[in-house]
């Protein structure tokens, strides 16, 4: 596709539960990002992969989020133990080689409730 | 601490009706600040960066300039279609590879 497709666009889910968000970046994008958006707020960085490899994950909020990019495109970003809090717009977006180029692509995101 | 502010959260104009939107940052090693454009249920879409102080760019009916301080995205003779959020962000040394957004401006004109 042309731009960034995230899956599933929209997943309820219930507190405790396991899951797991989907990114395919713009094919030759190297650097892949993941941000959080709740209501009324800009998105807030989460990770970034540069290549296979997580570059910064300062922006993970604990330990129940991780992110893999095993092959350097798609990623999957997976929570455990889902809290209420954790609902939110989970956006992916990717560039080239990372933020030199001075843009970068979203994806429609991945509106995630919990029950 | 907020390094990032955007001024107003919310902003009604009618069809015609100039105005700018206000974007602050306490950063100290800015490397760029980008203005996006979010439509509901969507995600961001790019539309400026500007790196120094004093640049300018234009887009359509947005200018977007940049301070030591602030930038300010104008809208000259805004339509309908110009209704959106949008959000500033910059890139620092503080911050890396990563974008911090402010929390953006509702901006809705009417017809």
């Known amino acids: 596709g042309a731009g960034v497709s995230q899956t599933p666009s929209n997943k309820v889910t219930e507190k405790g539960k396991y899951v797991e968000l989907r990114c395919d970046p713009i094919?030759?994008?190297?650097?892949l990002y993941w941000y959080r958006q709740s209501l009324g707020q800009g998105p807030e960085f989460l990770i970034y992969f540069q290549g296979t490899g997580a570059a910064d994950d300062s922006g993970l909020p604990n330990d129940r989020f991780f992110a893999v990019r095993p092959e350097g495109s798609v990623s999957t970003l997976k929570i455990q133990r889902t809290e209420r809090g954790d609902s939110a717009v989970y956006l992916c977006?990717?560039?080239?080689?990372?933020?030199?180029?001075?843009?970068?692509?979203f994806g429609e995101g991945s509106r995630l409730t919990v029950l | 601490e907020d390094q990032v502010t955007q001024s107003p959260e919310a902003l009604r104009l009618q069809e015609g009706e100039s105005s700018s939107l206000n974007c602050s940052y306490t950063v100290s090693g800015l490397r760029g600040l980008f203005w996006y454009r979010q439509d509901p249920g969507k995600g961001p879409e790019f539309l400026f960066t500007?790196?120094?102080a004093g640049e300018e760019k234009e887009k359509e009916r947005l200018k977007a300039t940049l301070t030591k301080k602030e930038s300010f995205l104008h809208i000259t003779a805004p339509k309908p279609e110009d209704s959106a959020t949008y959000l500033c962000a910059v890139q620092a040394v503080e911050y890396g590879n990563k974008l911090v957004f402010g929390a953006g401006t509702i901006l809705r004109v009417k017809s």
């Open positions: 094919s030759g994008h190297t650097a």
């Open positions: 977006a990717s560039s080239l080689v990372g933020l030199s180029t001075g843009e970068l692509f």
């Open positions: 500007l790196y120094s």
